[in-house]
């Protein structure tokens, strides 16, 4: 089945550094690649997207770049702020569904 | 506050058990999704329902069932309960049916088994 990879497991960072989440998957039918952030106590919420025939997405300080020929896609976070603290998600979407990465826990320092 | 809402926001029950959950959609949401989140297995995908139409179906085991009813709240029935089915389940929506279709979750229902 499909297999999505992410890292680093955890990643703290200080205040206004920027901070990059990797994420590789396994099955090449996948060609949407959401990313979502879950605070404490509450469900994931999609922040960005990205399209099989897309490379790069910006949305002010978050970004996504896709090489689907190396079946990897990264999240980018710049000027990192204390709210930016929650766990990441990427997802990869074989066969219409969502699969998920095993989360990326950031940390922001003031 | 995403639109969806989850009912309980906290279960306790015993092994072998039967609980129901619950779910309404975003209004105007067509599709219901459910997932499971534990410490081992992470963010699964269970089920999918479309219109009251089951669509897609992930990780989901027999023990659990779910359907879509015709005010398109959904319910997910677990059974025969274990220690390892102690999870959060999320609900999300999303207008249409297909994968790239914006899912909105729920605040969760947190399951324990004891």
């Known amino acids: 089945g499909e297999n999505v990879e992410q890292h680093p497991s955890t990643l703290s960072v200080q205040e206004g550094d920027s901070a990059v989440i990797k994420c590789t998957y396994s099955?090449?039918?996948?060609?949407?690649f959401p990313w979502y952030k879950q605070e404490l106590g509450k469900g994931p919420q999609l922040i960005i997207d990205?399209?099989?025939?897309?490379g790069e997405k910006k949305d002010q300080r978050i970004a996504v770049t896709l090489n689907k020929t190396a079946k990897h896609f990264s999240l980018h976070i710049t000027e990192t702020q204390p709210e930016d603290s929650a766990v990441y998600f990427c997802?990869?979407?074989?066969?219409?569904?969502?699969?998920f990465g095993t989360g990326t826990r950031l940390l922001v320092s003031p | 506050d995403s639109g969806v809402t989850q009912t309980p926001k906290h279960l306790i029950t015993a092994t072998g058990q039967r609980v129901t959950l619950r779910c309404s959609p975003r209004?105007?949401?067509?599709?219901v999704y459910w997932y499971q989140q534990s410490l081992d297995q992470g963010l699964q995908f269970l089920i999918q329902?479309?219109?009251?139409?089951?669509?897609a179906k992930g990780n989901i085991l027999e023990r659990f069932s779910a359907q879509q009813f015709p005010d398109l709240h959904s319910e997910l029935n677990l059974s025969s309960l274990e220690l390892g089915d102690s999870a959060l389940y999320f609900c999300?929506?999303?207008?249409?049916?297909?994968?790239?279709?914006?899912?909105?979750f729920g605040p969760g229902t947190r399951l324990l088994v004891l």
């Open positions: 999300a929506s999303s207008v249409g049916a297909g994968v790239e279709e914006t899912q909105y």
């Open positions: 099955d090449s039918a996948s060609n949407y």
């Open positions: 990205i399209r099989s025939n897309v």
């Open positions: 997802a990869a979407t074989p066969y219409e569904k969502l699969v």
């Open positions: 209004s105007g949401d067509l599709s």
């Open positions: 329902y479309y219109n009251g139409e089951e669509r």
